[in-house]
């Protein structure tokens, strides 16, 4: 069974940094595609970012270019985001999703539980 | 940026009756290759993540009841909940997959009339 666990929301001031983790469980975890997306508070979904199963490809949303990094430790089945220059805006649930396939097109079949982030003096 | 738009906002309709949703990318969502519509719909109920009911606009994933369809083609995309149950209570969003960055709709709430 797939199984995917965020870690490290909590609060931050504005312009600190925080490192989400995603631990995965249940496939071959080099094999996909994985994304970051965020909902904020009462709001819909906003996609962030997406990594290729080897790690050696990433896009972002224009909204955290420059200030987020994907990265995945495919030994340890973990995905990670580092948030960089946080901003009031980036507060939010941040899930971590599975691509379904091989392709940077593939639909998002598996999410976590998702990590509060809250960014507030 | 592709744009999905979403109507109506909100909707609510009796149990056992039918629920209709529809979606619409701002450019086509078809990719020619294969012929296939890269628009999903998800469900989603409170303190819950996303759930995927569709992908290619019209399979139904694994273990979804099929009182739950997708249809659709290019950019213009229906989600039909044909009797609605009480489990079924949630916000619904659809989703294209062709262009980086993905793109979800605005969601539209679904309750019981």
């Known amino acids: 069974e797939v199984h995917l666990l965020e870690s490290g929301g909590g609060l931050v001031q504005p312009g600190g940094s925080l490192r989400l983790s995603c631990a995965a469980s249940g496939f071959t975890f080099s094999s996909y595609d994985m994304s970051w997306v965020r909902q904020a508070p009462g709001k819909g979904l906003e996609w962030v970012s997406v990594i290729s199963g080897s790690g050696d490809s990433t896009h972002y949303a224009d909204s955290v270019k420059g200030r987020f990094t994907i990265s995945r430790d495919n030994s340890k089945n973990t995905l990670y985001l580092q948030m960089n220059t946080l901003r009031a805006e980036d507060t939010a649930v941040y899930y971590c999703?599975?691509?379904?396939?091989?392709?940077?097109?593939?639909?998002?079949?598996?999410w976590g539980q998702g990590t509060l982030v809250t960014v507030s003096s | 940026d592709i744009v999905m738009t979403q109507s109506p906002d909100s909707l609510a309709v009796s149990l056992g009756e039918r629920a209709t949703i529809n979606c619409k990318s701002s450019q086509s969502v078809l990719y020619s290759s294969n012929n296939k519509n890269y628009l999903a719909w998800y469900q989603q109920k409170p303190g819950q993540p996303p759930k995927l009911l569709i992908y290619w606009a019209s399979t139904r994933e694994s273990g979804v009841p099929d009182r739950f369809s997708g249809s659709g083609s290019g950019t213009d995309f229906t989600l039909t909940i044909s009797s609605l149950q009480a489990e079924d209570v949630a916000v619904y969003y659809c989703h294209q997959h062709y262009n980086i960055p993905f793109t979800f709709g605005p969601g539209t709430k679904v309750d019981i009339k």
């Open positions: 999703a599975k691509g379904a396939g091989a392709s940077w097109y593939s639909v998002l079949d598996y």
